[in-house]
Nanobody
Framework: QVQLGESGGGFVQAGGSLRLSCAAS????????MGWFRQAPEKEREFVAA????????YYTDSVKGRFTISRDNTKDTISLEMRDLKPEDTAVYYC?????????????????????????WGQGTQVTVSS
């Protein structure tokens, strides 16, 4: 079975911090690039951050760079997203996703961020709400 499950979302004031976690059940976790996407009300799902198979490379969308940190633990089949200095604009449902085809790096090489259809598996999302 393949399953991803996010946790750690919540309601915080601007400037606060949250840590999201994703537990993954995959055929071979360490062979997947992993990412976080988010979707705000009336917005399309957008890329937030990604991490390579061994965790040696990370990618971030410009709006979160310097505030969010993605990490993975291949001994526990988990990834995390540490978010600090949260802003109201960060309010969204955050999704954990797995890329088994190496399209994350391919997208970056092409000068763009990954899009949702380049990821193979998805969690159900966790809500992050940031108030001003």
């Amino acid at each position: 079975q393949v399953q991803l499950g996010e946790s750690g979302g919540g309601f915080v004031q601007a400037g606060g911090s949250l840590r999201l976690s994703c537990a993954a059940s995959l055929p071979s976790f360490s062979e997947y690039n992993m990412g976080w996407f988010r979707q705000a009300p009336e917005k399309e799902r957008e890329f937030v951050a990604a991490i390579s198979r061994r965790g040696t490379a990370t990618y971030y969308t410009d709006s979160v760079k310097g505030r969010f940190t993605i990490s993975r633990d291949n001994t526990k089949d988990t990834i995390s997203l540490e978010m600090r200095d949260l802003k109201p604009e960060d309010t969204a449902v955050y999704y954990c996703a797995a890329d088994g085809r190496g399209r994350t790096a391919q997208a970056m090489t092409q000068g763009r961020y990954p899009v949702p259809n380049e990821y193979d598996y998805w969690g159900q999302g966790t809500q992050v709400t940031v108030s001003s």
